[in-house]
C-alpha cells in the first residue's frame, strides 16, 4: 500500500512564476493537509482539505490556494513566487475527524527553489 | 491551541535511554498530546499520542503527569538512527496540527 506520494520531488521556479504541486493520500484517506517548511523550522500549516472544500487555513496569503479532486488527491499552487516561497512542502493525509491531531500521515515533500 | 516548549537541542550516547520534556502550562481539558520525529529532508512521523498517565508502544513511552502541564517523551537505548527532531504538539483531536521548531536530537556513537 502507497502512502502519502507527493509530485515532483525537487522543483525549481522564476520569481514571480506559478507553481502546482501534487498529493495523493494515502489509500483509505479522505482529508489533505498541506504544508511550508522552511529550513529549520517546524512545519507550517498551509490549509486542509476535505469533501473537495477548504475546510481550515493557516496564515498564508491568498497566493496559496489547493484543490481537492473527487479521488482525494490534492493541488497546492502557488501564484506570483517570491524568493520567501523556497521550502519544503509537506502534504499530509488522514480521515476526517479522525486524525487531525492523531497520527496524521506525512509525504516526503516537494522541494521548492525560487530563483 | 497550548503552545509548547522544549529543549532546542539534546546530545545523547548509542544504548542510552534519551528523554525530552515539553512544557505545554496552558493545555485546556480536550487537548491531546502528541510527538512526531523528522528526518532532514523527509515528511514527519507520527510516533505517539497520550492524554494522561503513560502510553506505550513499540518506539516510545510518553509520561504525563496528573496536572497535564508537561510531558515527557521516552526513547529506550537509542541508535545513531534516532537522530532526528522532534515534535511536541498540544491540541484538540479536531486542530489541525500545529508544529514548533522542536528538538534537534543528535545521538553519538
Known amino acids: 500500500d502507497a502512502g502519502v506520494t507527493q509530485s515532483p520531488t525537487h522543483l525549481i521556479k522564476t520569481r514571480g512564476q506559478q507553481v502546482t504541486l501534487r498529493c495523493s493520500p494515502k489509500s483509505g484517506h479522505d482529508t489533505v493537509s498541506w504544508y511550508q517548511q522552511a529550513l529549520g523550522q517546524g512545519p507550517q500549516f498551509i490549509f486542509q482539505?476535505?469533501?473537495?472544500?477548504?475546510?481550515q487555513r493557516g496564515n498564508f496569503p491568498d497566493r496559496f490556494s489547493g484543490h481537492q479532486f473527487p479521488n482525494y488527491s490534492s493541488e497546492l499552487n502557488v501564484n506570483a513566487l517570491l524568493l520567501g516561497d523556497s521550502a519544503l512542502y509537506l502534504c499530509?493525509?488522514?480521515?476526517?475527524?479522525?486524525?487531525?491531531?492523531?497520527?496524521?500521515?506525512f509525504g516526503q515533500g516537494t522541494r521548492l527553489t525560487v530563483v | 491551541l497550548a503552545k509548547t516548549t522544549q529543549p532546542i537541542s539534546m546530545d545523547s550516547y548509542e544504548g542510552q535511554e534519551v528523554n525530552i520534556t515539553c512544557s505545554h502550562n496552558n493545555i485546556a481539558t480536550n487537548d491531546y498530546i502528541t510527538w512526531y520525529q523528522q528526518f532532514p529532508s523527509q515528511g514527519p512521523r507520527f510516533i505517539i499520542q497520550?492524554?494522561?498517565t503513560k502510553v506505550t508502544n513499540e518506539v516510545a513511552s510518553l509520561f504525563i503527569p496528573a496536572d497535564r502541564k508537561s510531558s515527557t517523551l521516552s526513547l529506550p537505548r537509542v541508535s545513531l538512527s534516532d537522530t532526528a527532531v522532534y515534535y511536541c504538539?498540544?491540541?484538540?483531536?479536531?486542530?489541525?496540527?500545529?508544529f514548533g521548531k522542536g528538538t534537534r536530537l543528535h545521538i553519538l556513537p
Open positions: 497520550g492524554y494522561k
Open positions: 504538539l498540544v491540541g484538540d483531536r479536531d486542530d489541525k496540527i500545529i
Open positions: 499530509a493525509s488522514g480521515e476526517w475527524r479522525e486524525y487531525l491531531n492523531t497520527e496524521a500521515f
Open positions: 482539505y476535505y469533501e473537495e472544500e477548504e475546510r
